[in-house]
Nanobody
Framework: VQLVESGGGLAQPGGSLGLSCAAS????????MAWFRQAPGKEREFVAA????????YYADSVKGRFTISRDNNKSTLSLQMNNLKPEDTAVYYC???????????????????WGQGTQVTVSS
């Protein structure tokens, strides 16, 4: 299993960035996928998730209405479009996969078994 994130960088407050995660080594379309993030000195926190086969999506309250998660099962790619970025969005963003999750634990890092190396997002003027 390999997950490789890309697209991070520096953005100004109110700006936008798009993240991508290229997946390989497993049947991508049959896995639930998610994005987490971790800021310095803080625990890893849930950002967004999308069910297998392009199903339901879930968002942390802090990003709802600003971020959009999507997946392309034909290209084995997970994406995160981030709009109206805020300084508190600064973190390393991780792509992660799980063969199956339940709604009550979809936002828990322990529900996921495979992780990418992360990509840095910095929001600053």
């Amino acid at each position: 299993v390999q997950l490789v994130e890309s697209g991070g960088g520096l953005a100004q407050p109110g700006g936008s960035l798009g993240l991508s995660c290229a997946a390989s080594g497993f049947n991508f379309r049959s896995y639930d996928m998610a994005w987490f993030r971790q800021a310095p000195g803080k625990e890893r926190e849930f950002v967004a998730a999308v069910r297998k086969y392009g199903g339901a999506t879930y968002y942390a309250d802090s990003v709802k209405g600003r971020f959009t998660i999507s997946r392309d099962n034909n290209k084995s790619t997970l994406s995160l479009q981030m709009n109206n970025l805020k300084p508190e969005d600064t973190a390393v963003y991780y792509c992660t996969a799980a063969s199956s999750t339940i709604t009550s634990t979809i936002g828990r890092a322990g529900s996921y078994t495979n992780w990418g190396q992360g990509t840095q997002v910095t929001v600053s003027s």
